[in-house]
């Protein structure tokens, strides 16, 4: 069968490997922060506190916030300096702290405590960017979603998905280009797994046991 030499044709033809592949390793990968569909709001507030801080740590951390605060009303009725002692532990307190409380007046009053499901509604929310929203419609609503978080870029660029780029929004559009829209939620957590396990930032990446090396622009590089 002739190989196609178009740049595009050829991406998305990985793409589609990836995704297969990427399957069977992890079959059951999903968001490691911890929430109810029922309470999506919780989403929010994690994804926000997950900035430069591990959703291992996150999912501690909210318990506390909680168990003071259990819902959405109690939240946007609390003290900025209340949450704030809550949820320090994560870093970047007093942004975190007034980003979700004003996000959580915005869902009381605006949306009657419920999360919204478009990207448009979702930016508007503070606090809110384009990889937690898309993290919400991809999670909670199971719509179309990329988020671009580290692994995902890293491991973009190894593989040769996209070509040396950083920045989160082009990563995103390069991506919609090549991967159908109804595999890119699960696709991206599945590169959270891989790039924790296999294909890691801190170490050299594990070329030698990844299920990608055959297809991987980085193998051994
Ligand atoms: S072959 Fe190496 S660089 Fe490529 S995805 Fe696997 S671990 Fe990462």
């Known amino acids: 069968m002739k190989r196609s030499t178009d740049p595009l044709k050829k991406r998305k033809a990985l793409a589609l490997?990836?995704?297969?592949?990427?399957?069977?390793?992890?079959?059951?990968?999903?968001?490691?922060?911890?929430?109810?569909?029922?309470?999506?709001?919780?989403?929010?507030?994690?994804?926000?506190?997950?900035?430069?801080?591990?959703?291992?740590?996150?999912?501690?951390?909210?318990?506390?916030?909680?168990?003071?605060?259990?819902?959405?009303?109690?939240?946007?009725?609390?003290?900025?300096?209340?949450?704030?002692?809550?949820?320090?532990?994560?870093?970047?307190?007093?942004?975190?702290?007034?980003?979700?409380?004003?996000?959580?007046?915005?869902?009381r009053d605006k949306y009657h405590g419920i999360v919204p499901d478009t990207m448009e509604e979702l930016l508007a929310l503070p606090g809110v960017g384009r990889k937690s929203a898309n993290l919400i419609l991809g999670d909670v609503y199971g719509k179309p979603a990329i988020v671009t978080d580290t692994h995902c870029i890293r491991l973009s660029n190894r593989i040769g998905l996209v070509e040396n780029i950083s920045e989160p929004g082009k990563v995103e559009r390069e991506l919609w280009k090549i991967i159908p829209p109804e595999e890119g939620n699960e696709l991206c957590h599945r590169l959270v797994d891989h790039g924790r396990a296999v294909c890691t930032a801190r170490t050299k990446p594990h070329c030698e046991i990844c299920c990608l090396k055959e297809i991987c622009k980085k193998n051994g590089v």
């Not at 259990?70 to 949450?83: G, K």
């Not at 002692?85 to 942004?95: A, Q, R």
């Open 17 to 107: 490997q990836v995704i297969e592949r990427l399957k069977m390793q992890y079959p059951d990968s999903s968001c490691t922060l911890t929430y109810d569909r029922e309470q999506a709001w919780k989403l929010l507030v994690s994804v926000r506190l997950a900035a430069q801080c591990t959703d291992a740590r996150v999912n501690v951390v909210v318990e506390d916030l909680y168990r003071r605060f259990p819902t959405v009303e109690a939240l946007a009725d609390a003290e900025v300096n209340e949450i704030e002692k809550l949820v320090h532990p994560c870093g970047l307190g007093n942004s975190k702290a007034r980003d979700i409380s004003a996000c959580m007046k915005m869902l």
